[in-house]
């Protein structure tokens, strides 16, 4: 658990995203060293737009008219039952206007970075469910704890197992053997990675972000979210608890999960206390986070409805 839950964080931790040199090497060796392409061009203007902000809706409009693909998702997801108010929107200026500054940047990012190192195993599904059920959850603490940092919140909570998707990608066979151990042993994912490649996805986030220029907040989010000495009240913190809430929730978990998550489960109540969240809350609070997800969920899955 946190062991320094209202702290400041010491040095060691300040520089705790920082990756070996042997480590990024060993890394590179296992995925290619031309693996990281640079981030797609929709999917870099949906970031920059995500962690602008001044960005106003003419700006969201031009991203999405670059993309065809991208525009299309836009209009149905804003003629959507969750967004649709009657009047169908045909345009993405009308599609933008109905779904909102702070709701787009969510469904924007989710929507252009669903497609990033893809792959036709199935665990790449539930992989990206889980990212899309930390981002909901962490959006909803955010909304609580530090609302300023909502829509960034949900993009960390996204991004925060970045280095799952290429590992599985570009080191399918043995990384399934990290998904079986975590199936059969209900043990953590960068522990049975740790085991298999000596290096786990935190690292492998690390790199990445730092190859694509993601801001020092997101990088602390990738890089650290396993650690349990964060501050609830900040992004690495909610993003770290949303991570433990969603796998003790087992949203977006397979069916082999189930000793994973309910070993997440019993640190629930834990987690929702350091969140300073009431007892007679935090019942409701689950039923939220659950109804978020499955009502949610398809605006932020992808084309393909991962």
């Known amino acids: 658990m946190w062991k320094k839950l209202l702290g400041k964080k010491d040095k060691a931790t300040e ?13 590179l060796a296992t995925v290619g060293a031309r693996a990281i392409p640079p981030m797609p061009g929709a999917a870099q203007k ?21 993309d065809e693909s991208l525009s299309a998702r836009i209009v149905r997801i804003a003629n959507s039952v969750y967004f649709d108010r009657g009047h169908g929107s045909k345009t993405i200026e009308q599609a933008v206007n109905v779904i ?32 899309i059920a930390t981002a909901l959850i962490a959006r909803q603490l955010a909304q609580r704890l530090l609302p300023g940092k909502a829509e960034m919140a949900f993009l960390g909570g996204l991004m925060h197992d970045i280095g799952k998707l290429l590992l599985l990608q570009r080191a399918e066979e043995r990384y399934v053997k990290v998904l079986q151990q975590v199936e059969r042993e209900g043990c953590l994912f960068h522990e049975a990675e740790v085991e298999q490649f000596v290096f786990d996805h935190t690292q492998v986030g690390s790199v990445i972000a730092r190859s694509w220029n993601f ?21 690495a913190g909610i993003v770290s608890g949303a991570d433990v809430l969603s796998h003790g929730l087992a949203l977006g978990h397979g069916k082999g999960m189930s000793k994973l998550a309910q070993r997440m489960k019993e640190q629930v109540p834990q987690y929702l206390n350091a969140f300073g969240i009431p007892e007679h809350e935090q019942r409701g609070q689950l039923d939220l ?8 969920y398809n605006l932020y899955a992808g084309k393909d409805g991962r």
């Open 289 to 296: 986070m659950i109804r978020n997800f499955d009502s949610e």
């Open 46 to 66: 949906a970031f920059q737009l995500a962690v602008d902000p001044n960005a106003e809706a003419r700006d969201f409009v031009e991203v999405i008219e670059s």
């Open 100 to 131: 909102g500054i702070n709701e787009l940047r969510c469904v924007l990012n989710a929507n252009a970075l669903s497609d990033l190192f893809p792959s036709r195993h199935p665990a790449r599904n539930q992989l990206w469910a889980h990212d």
């Open 215 to 235: 801001t020092p907040e997101l990088l602390e989010v990738i890089a650290t979210h396993h650690r349990r000495d964060l501050s609830p009240h900040g992004l």
């Open 15 to 27: 520089h705790s995203h920082e990756v070996p040199k042997g480590i990024v090497d060993a890394i």
